[in-house]
């Protein structure tokens, strides 16, 4: 994990340096690192807002939209605490840096959150079933 790391890092440096090259150079926009900080992800920002609020907007709509936009946004922080606790255990020397752990880690949360699922699926099940019963039982009465 921690070649796949300086890897991209690696990859990032040199996209850095293209884009200073390609702004300053041919473009002779003079921008600092900050000033190409600000431009490139703000646009990152701002494309990834209008993608995200895309998808949330339609997923609201959905019976189980809510509980599905809850779902993603606790899965992404679940990818970066995982990937930050592996890079944190890196840099400190604290355990062994490996993609395994970031995974199984992960799969610990899918597994709890099924539980979760199938509990809140048992829960309507019962709910429309005890519905059925007493529609049924009140239309006997009449």
Request: proline fraction near 1%; charge should be neutral; glycine fraction near 8%.
């Amino acid at each position: 994990m921690k070649e796949g790391i300086k890897a991209l890092a690696e990859v990032v440096n040199q996209l850095h340096d293209l884009l200073i090259m390609l702004s300053n150079d041919l473009l002779g926009l003079s921008l600092t690192d900050k000033d190409l900080h600000f431009w490139i992800m703000g646009f990152i920002g701002i494309g990834a807002f209008f993608v995200v609020f895309i998808i949330t907007k339609w997923l609201s709509r959905l019976p189980f939209g809510v509980t599905m936009i809850a779902f993603l946004y606790t899965m992404t922080f679940m990818f970066v605490l995982v990937f930050a606790i592996e890079i944190q255990q890196a840099i400190t020397n604290r355990g062994n840096m490996e993609f395994a752990d970031a995974v199984i880690g992960l799969w610990g949360f899918f597994a709890l959150f099924l539980i979760y699922a199938a509990l809140g699926l048992i829960a309507l099940g019962a709910k429309i079933l005890h519905k059925r019963y007493i529609n049924k039982n009140t239309d006997i009465e009449m």
